[in-house]
């Protein structure tokens, strides 16, 4: 079992920033992708970003490729999305993911590749 807490939410301006960390524990040494999804007011929960250990792959939604970077650190456990840049529309709940599972590249996208979830931390983004 893997568990995993977000932190890092709150209220940005548009044009700000904002870093959100991902925490995880438990089977940690057997994650093999960590990956971000968000999902805003009366939306679907949709893909932002992953990062697999296993070759370093890393991946991003076109919504968020230029503004958005995801980062690891094996020691903490510890995966990371900075967001620059942030747009109104980038207001969402933003949850982590992680599989111990190898998946392909094209998977990392899909949400049902993801066997654990955090509870998810609010970004709200204002104009």
């Known amino acids: 079992q893997v568990q995993l807490v977000e932190s890092g939410g709150g209220l940005v301006q548009a044009g700000g920033s904002q870093r959100l960390s991902c925490a995880a524990s438990?089977?940690?040494?057997?994650?093999?992708?960590m990956g971000w999804f968000r999902q805003g007011p009366g939306k679907e929960r949709e893909f932002v970003a992953a990062?697999?250990?296993?070759?370093?792959?890393?991946y991003y939604a076109d919504s968020v490729k230029g503004r958005f970077t995801i980062s690891g650190d094996d020691a903490k456990n510890t995966v990371y999305l900075q967001m620059n840049n942030l747009k109104p529309e980038d207001t969402a709940v933003y949850y982590c993911?992680?599989?111990?599972?190898?998946?392909?590249?094209?998977?990392?996208?899909?949400?049902?590749?993801?066997?654990?979830w955090g509870q998810g931390t609010q970004v709200t983004v204002s104009s």
């Open positions: 993911a992680a599989t111990l599972r190898t998946i392909t590249s094209q998977a990392m996208g899909v949400r049902r590749s993801y066997d654990y």
């Open positions: 438990g089977r940690t040494f057997s994650t093999n992708t």
């Open positions: 990062i697999s250990w296993s070759g370093g792959r890393i």
